[in-house]
């Protein structure tokens, strides 16, 4: 909210195989599909409903949507509705992202964030899937090590077996991070707690 009151959580998890699992907090969220995308820049303004975080993750050049054959977006991602959500989280995995280097990497000079619409997204219209007024926003940040310990009751459900810290033989070859969201005046702004899995 306005006093910076966080209400979620987002983690993203990849495996050594590159696949990046997202899991997300969408129990406030409003009932109803929406539309979610990792956009190109890491800010999170309340003021302007989160324009801030500009466009959706785009290094590639593509038109937007999951179905579209000229697309998509790397920041494109499945919308949050029913088969999406289960008890309270919206999981969904990609490989068109990466929390380690390269084109894809969403770790680049400017950040990204993770940003919630108010409608569906068709998965086909370009720019935006016609998903709506942005309503939920959270900076994508690498892990701090000296955040590592966030309340039981901020922590997102933690990912199935294979995509975690380290993998089975225990070489740590993943990288985790998390952003709070917190509610502002009829839409989410990012809030500042950030924590390593």
Same mark, same amino acid.
């Given at each position: 909210d306005a006093?910076?009151?966080?209400?979620?959580?987002?983690?993203?998890?990849?495996?050594?195989?590159?696949?990046?699992?997202?899991?997300?907090?969408?129990?406030?969220?409003?009932?109803?599909?929406?539309g979610i995308h990792v956009h190109g820049v890491g800010v999170c303004e309340p003021? &302007?409903?989160?324009?801030? %975080? =500009?466009? @959706?993750?785009?290094?590639?050049?593509?038109?937007? &949507?999951?179905?579209?054959? %000229? =697309?998509? @977006?790397?920041?494109?991602l499945p919308q949050i509705d029913s088969k999406s959500v289960e008890q309270g989280y919206y999981t969904t995995t990609t490989k068109a992202i990466s929390l380690t280097s390269g084109?894809?990497?969403?770790?680049?000079?400017?950040?990204?964030?993770?940003?919630?619409?108010?409608?569906?997204?068709?998965?086909?219209?370009d720019p935006t899937g016609n998903s709506g007024d942005r309503i939920a926003c959270a900076v994508l940040a690498a892990p701090n090590p000296a955040l590592a310990t966030p309340t039981a009751s901020a922590t997102p459900r933690p990912p199935t077996a294979g995509i975690g810290t380290s993998d089975a033989d225990g070489t740590s070859r993943t990288v985790a991070i998390a952003a709070a969201f917190a509610m502002a005046a009829g839409a989410f702004v990012a809030g500042v707690r950030r924590f390593a899995a």
């Open positions: 006093a910076g009151n966080r209400v979620g959580n987002v983690q993203l998890h990849q495996a050594s195989d590159g696949t990046v699992k997202i899991i997300a907090d969408a129990t406030l969220i409003p009932s109803g599909a929406h003021a &302007g409903k989160f324009t801030s %975080a =500009g466009g @959706h993750f785009n290094p590639g050049g593509r038109q937007h &949507g999951l179905n579209n054959p %000229a =697309g998509s @977006h790397a920041g494109d084109p894809t990497s969403i770790f680049d000079a400017d950040g990204t964030a993770l940003v919630i619409h108010m409608s569906a997204d068709d998965q086909v219209t």
